[in-house]
């Protein structure tokens, strides 16, 4: 929605956006031209768990490490190809709890700003609008996947619930 309020074209999913290897296909989201660029950009969206195992100790004393972590691990998993390439890159990492990385923060920044000259509105204010949907998205995306595994436990006491679809039924 960002990337369509500030008129740049965003196309999904688009293959073989970045290289030739096979594999190699980052780009959510491609843009013909990013904000104030002429040349494409691809932007990849990674969403990282701080509590999972193998960062959380780090995740727990650092703000913001999940995300740091996410766009490391995109910049090494294309660096080879981006250096080929004649394509900016953005890797937009988002921490499960809703958090932003520094460039998903910094790109969501320079869009809301082109979106919000479009509409005459405040640059401020249409961050943390786009910031806002995104991060209830990621939270609700969340449950989504934690209802999805089957069971969700409820407060002490209470009987485990079995969740079928969209219905709930004690087990």
Same mark, same amino acid.
């Given at each position: 929605?960002?990337?369509?309020?500030?008129? =740049?074209?965003?196309?999904?999913?688009?293959?073989? !956006?970045?290289?030739?290897?096979?594999?190699? *296909?980052?780009?959510?989201?491609? =843009?013909? $031209?990013?904000?104030?660029?002429?040349?494409?950009?691809?932007?990849?969206?990674? *969403?990282?768990?701080?509590?999972?195992?193998?960062?959380?100790?780090?995740?727990?004393?650092? /703000?913001?490490?999940?995300?740091?972590?996410?766009?490391?691990?995109?910049?090494?998993?294309?660096?080879?190809?981006?250096?080929?390439?004649?394509? @900016?890159? !953005?890797?937009?990492? =988002?921490?499960?709890?809703?958090?932003?990385?520094?460039?998903?923060?910094?790109?969501?920044?320079?869009?809301?700003?082109?979106?919000?000259?479009?509409?005459?509105?405040?640059?401020?204010?249409?961050? $943390?609008?786009?910031?806002?949907?995104?991060?209830? /998205?990621?939270?609700?995306?969340?449950? $989504?996947?934690?209802? @999805?595994?089957? !069971?969700?436990? +409820?407060? $002490?006491?209470?009987?485990? +619930?079995?969740?079928?679809?969209?219905?709930?039924?004690?087990?």
């Amino acid at each position: 929605m960002a990337c369509l309020d500030a008129a =740049l074209e965003p196309k999904k999913e688009e293959k073989g !956006t970045v290289g030739t290897k096979p594999g190699i *296909i980052p780009g959510d989201v491609s =843009l013909p $031209r990013g904000v104030n660029e002429r040349r494409p950009r691809s932007i990849d969206v990674t *969403i990282v768990n701080p509590q999972s195992a193998s960062i959380c100790q780090e995740a727990a004393i650092s /703000q913001g490490y999940a995300a740091r972590k996410g766009e490391a691990t995109k910049y090494t998993k294309y660096a080879e190809e981006l250096q080929k390439n004649n394509r @900016r890159f !953005t890797a937009f990492a =988002l921490e499960s709890m809703g958090g932003f990385g520094a460039e998903a923060r910094s790109f969501l920044w320079r869009v809301a700003a082109e979106a919000a000259d479009r509409a005459r509105r405040n640059k401020a204010e249409v961050f $943390r609008d786009y910031a806002e949907r995104i991060s209830i /998205q990621v939270v609700k995306g969340a449950a $989504r996947a934690a209802i @999805r595994r089957g !069971t969700m436990l +409820l407060p $002490r006491g209470a009987e485990r +619930l079995k969740i079928e679809g969209s219905k709930a039924e004690a087990a």
